[in-house]
């Protein structure tokens, strides 16, 4: 019983991770229009305004990219001891892509921060 209810707040938790990539995905959508008016106009306060959103859209992904990572590795732990080679391999596989999303991630706050000019959106 504690197991369902333990997925059941994860899944809550879920819902509203769904709601804040709807929230990232819509500001990413604003970030455009000013790279669009510095790519324009090259109005410094354009660039730095989307630079800005962009860096703080990974941010927010990055730490998105970490609770899944934590949650794999928390369900990973647990098949250790409870579940069959099958599924532990599974929990490895899940273990890995999350953490290759997670280096991603901090690979792209580390160039969006460090790139001097527009040409070099990565943005994901």
Do not use: C, P, R
């Amino acid at each position: 019983m504690d197991e369902i209810k333990e997925q059941l707040q994860e899944l809550q938790i879920e819902d509203y991770i769904w709601i804040i990539f709807i929230f990232v995905s819509i500001v990413a959508i604003v970030s455009d229009k000013f790279e669009k008016k510095w790519l324009l106009t090259k109005n410094k306060n354009d660039y730095k305004t989307f630079k800005t959103i962009n860096i703080t859209l990974l941010i927010i992904s990055f730490l998105v990219y970490l609770y899944f990572t934590l949650l794999s590795y928390k369900k990973y732990k647990n098949n250790i001891q409870h579940k069959s080679i099958k599924e532990l391999f599974f929990s490895e596989i899940n273990l890995f892509s999350a953490s290759l999303f997670l280096i991603g991630g901090l690979i792209n706050i580390f160039s969006e921060v460090n790139s001097n000019t527009g040409d070099e959106d990565i943005f994901l």
